[in-house]
Nanobody, 124 residues
Framework: QVQLVESGGGLVQAGGSLRLSCAAN????????MGWFRQAPGKEREFVAS????????YYADSVKGRFTISRDAVKNTVYLQMNSLQPEDTAVYYC?????????????????WGQGTQVTVSS
């Protein structure tokens, strides 16, 4: 089992940056592909980015491509989401998730474990 704890959310002005972190417990972190999702009020949870077990492959939603970067640190058992050029439409609760399969999963149902989420608010 994997426990995930997100941090790094907050309030930022449009055009600003934030870096989210997701710390995983246990020694099995490297066995999981990781993903970031977000959910705005009244909307469904949507895919943001994912990264393979090795960190060698990544995938992004079109809405964040070129602005967000996902990465992982195997020593620190942590996955990151660097968010640049933030816009008000990026406002949401951001969740990290762990996937025991090897693919870069795009749908929430494909992930096995979830963090509690961290709020990101972008003001105009």
């Amino acid at each position: 089992q994997v426990q995930l704890v997100e941090s790094g959310g907050g309030l930022v002005q449009a055009g600003g940056s934030l870096r989210l972190s997701c710390a995983a417990n246990g020694r099995t972190f490297r066995r999981y592909a990781m993903g970031w999702f977000r959910q705005a009020p009244g909307k469904e949870r949507e895919f943001v980015a994912s990264i393979s077990r090795s960190g060698g492959s990544t995938y992004y939603a079109d809405s964040v491509k070129g602005r967000f970067t996902i990465s992982r640190d195997a020593v620190k058992n942590t996955v990151y989401l660097q968010m640049n050029s933030l816009q008000p439409e990026d406002t949401a609760v951001y969740y990290c998730a762990a996937d025991s399969d090897s693919g870069l999963a795009l749908t929430p149902g494909q992930y096995d474990y979830w963090g509690q989420g961290t709020q990101v608010t972008v003001s105009s």
